[in-house]
T-cell receptor, first 111, second 117 residues
Framework: KQEVTQIPAALSVPEGENLVLNCSFT??????LQWFRQDPGKGLTSLLL?????REQTSGRLNASLDKSSGRSTLYIAASQPGDSATYLCAGGTNAGKSTFGDGTTLTVKP | EAGVAQSPRYKIIEKRQSVAFWCNPI?????LYWYQQILGQGPKLLIQFQNNGVVDDSQLPKDRFSAERLKGVDSTLKIQPAKLEDSAVYLC???????????????FGNGTRLTVT
């Protein structure tokens, strides 16, 4: 059974700082790894999806990496902005389309 | 493209009452999911549909929860009777994932916030 952990639960950084969010998973037979953003009172928005055959994906200021052997994924945010404040969740997916979510890291970027 | 639509946005009921949630996925998405998200936690899968068939309902409390997906498009999730611990946000998601397409992202609706008093 896949278990996904995100530490820390909360993170506060000053504007402009580069930061890394962590995601750990127990089953290395992961099929894909998705990162999501959730704003208060909203659903989840998909940011990046990394297939098991890939090592990383990039979109704008975001870069996600996947290391199946160590059971880790990271989300790198460059030059953080107050608008990046949100909860970031990762989810490990199977080839049957089932995803297991972590509990998220709540990011606050201070102006 | 239009996103995943859910209604209602909020619902307050008393324990032992019944409630229903509705979801309309993105057009053409074969797979539909219902998740339960308790405050401070990540979403937990309740049920997964592939077209109008159930793929995984192992985490659905079947003594009180039921779900259907009519004609492989819209879906409803029902709780009867509700308990206090059912207070949560119920999220619907859809994806293209299906035969031949296994690596497509999940698209979520804004959810229904249920409060059971």
């Amino acid at each position: 059974k896949q278990e996904v952990t995100q530490i820390p639960a909360a993170l506060s950084v000053p504007e402009g700082e580069n930061l890394v969010l962590n995601c750990s998973f127990t089953d290395s037979a992961i099929y894909n790894l998705q990162w999501f953003r959730q704003d208060p009172g909203k659903g989840l928005t998909s940011l990046l999806l990394i297939q098991s055959s890939q090592r990383e994906q990039t979109s704008g200021r975001l870069n996600a990496s996947l290391d199946k052997s160590s059971g880790r994924s990271t989300l790198y945010i460059a030059a953080s902005q107050p608008g990046d404040s949100a909860t970031y969740l990762c989810a490990g997916g199977t080839n049957a389309g089932k995803s297991t979510f972590g509990d998220g890291t709540t990011l606050t970027v201070k102006p | 493209e239009a996103g995943v639509a859910q209604s209602p946005r909020y619902k307050i009921i008393e324990k032992r009452q019944s409630v229903a949630f509705w979801c309309n996925p993105i057009s053409g998405h074969a797979t539909l999911y219902w998740y339960q998200q308790i405050l401070g936690q990540g979403p937990k899968l309740l049920i997964q549909f592939q077209n109008n068939g159930v793929v995984d309902d192992s985490q659905l409390p079947k003594d009180r929860f039921s779900a259907e997906r009519l004609k492989g498009v819209d879906s409803t999730l029902k709780i009867q009777p509700a308990k206090l611990e059912d207070s949560a946000v119920y999220l619907c998601a859809s994806s293209l994932t299906g035969t031949g397409v296994y690596n497509s992202p999940l698209h979520f609706g804004n959810g229904t916030r249920l409060t059971v008093t």
